[in-house]
T-cell receptor, first 113, second 111 residues
């Protein structure tokens, strides 16, 4: 069956712009989590959505937000982009919140100029 | 706060040379410890989940073990295709779905 799908794969933006990333979970999975991966900080948890509700949030500023739709697809939005937001943004899905393991997509590579 | 430290940061092996990767962790109530493999340009690929001290899991040339403070990923007779970054993560009791990751070990296996 199809895995986690993230679009777009690559994105280039300039400082001050905003961006929306999309994630379609594995069919039947209802929990979606977002992570940021950078060379300096590694993989860091952003937030989790389950049944269209944010369940958990990591230590990121309010410029980072997300939402989940009734079909479990999720979007992540970053406003007022900064150079430090350049990263690989990964989405992971699981059947329900707290379920293990989480399965990851191949990410969206975001570059800020 | 949950913490995960992986060592070494990088490891170069000759094909067939067995070794182990270390993952040290502190967590308030372990719900699960996870090993993932990540290839360049790809997302992490799930390998193993370990739940309690003494547990072991095996898959081909890989074997994961767990103690109360550490996990080891043993690689027996590695092949060049085992070259990747190996990530360790923990999920704590109060963390919901949040995984706390270590920095990873970049493994290079030379033929």
């Amino acid at each position: 069956k199809a895995g986690v799908t993230q679009t777009p794969r690559y994105l280039i933006k300039t400082r001050g712009q905003q961006v929306t990333l999309s994630c379609s979970p594995i069919s039947g999975h209802r929990s979606v989590s977002w992570y940021q991966q950078t060379p300096g900080q590694g993989l860091q948890f952003l937030f989790e959505y389950f049944s269209e509700t944010q369940r958990n949030k990591g230590n990121f500023p309010g410029r980072f937000s997300g939402r989940q739709f009734s079909n479990s697809r999720s979007e992540m939005n970053v406003s007022t982009l900064e150079l430090g937001d350049s990263a690989l943004y990964l989405c992971a899905s699981s059947l329900v919140s707290g379920d293990q393991p989480q399965h990851f997509g191949d990410g969206t590579r975001l570059s800020i100029l | 706060e949950d913490q995960v430290t992986q060592s070494p940061e990088a490891l170069r092996l000759q094909e067939g040379e067995s070794s182990s990767l270390n993952c040290s962790y502190t967590v308030s109530g372990l719900r699960g410890l996870f090993w993932y493999r990540q290839d360049p340009g790809k997302g992490p690929e799930f390998l193993f989940t370990l739940y309690s001290a003494g547990e072991e899991k095996e898959k081909e040339r890989l074997k994961a073990t767990l103690t109360k403070k550490e996990s080891f990923l043993h690689i027996t007779a590695p092949k060049p295709e085992d070259s990747a970054t190996y990530l360790c993560a923990v999920q704590g009791d109060n963390a919901g779905n949040m995984l706390t990751f270590g920095g990873g070990t970049r493994l290079m296996v030379k033929p």
